[in-house]
Nanobody, 115 residues
Framework: QVQVAESGGGLVQPGGSLRLSCAAS????????MGWYRQAPGKQRELVAS???????NYADSVKGRFTISRDNAKNTLYLQMNSLKPEDTAVYYC?????????WGQGTQVTVSS
């Protein structure tokens, strides 16, 4: 019953911006710590940003200062605002509980940063 659906990815030039969305259902979204993960070709999936309700956010060093995680509890939606994108940000981005993912993974959304 737990489901997430990622969207908002695309092709952007270095220095550009994207806003990813994750529509969640099947759990009490407002009280669950959520995160954005990414997986680049040939690499392990990594947690890049997370938000614990009422506590705060956490970012991987590689994205700190460039990415912002947020949520809209009324819409059960998680967001990732990505600015100053770099080619090394190219990956499939997923949302899930954090720091330990729970249940299945969505399809993810592809982010490609290329000139």
């Amino acid at each position: 019953q737990v489901q997430v659906a990622e969207s908002g990815g695309g092709l952007v030039q270095p220095g550009g911006s994207l806003r990813l969305s994750c529509a969640a259902s099947g759990f009490t979204f407002r009280i669950v710590t959520m995160g954005w993960y990414r997986q680049a070709p040939g690499k392990q999936r990594e947690l890049v940003a997370s938000e614990r309700p009422g506590v705060g956010t956490n970012y991987a060093d590689s994205v700190k200062g460039r990415f912002t995680i947020s949520r809209d509890n009324a819409k059960n939606t998680l967001y990732l605002q990505m600015n100053s994108l770099k080619p090394e940000d190219t990956a499939v981005y997923y949302c899930n509980a954090a720091p330990v993912p729970t249940g299945g993974w969505g399809q993810g959304t592809q982010v490609t940063v290329s000139s």
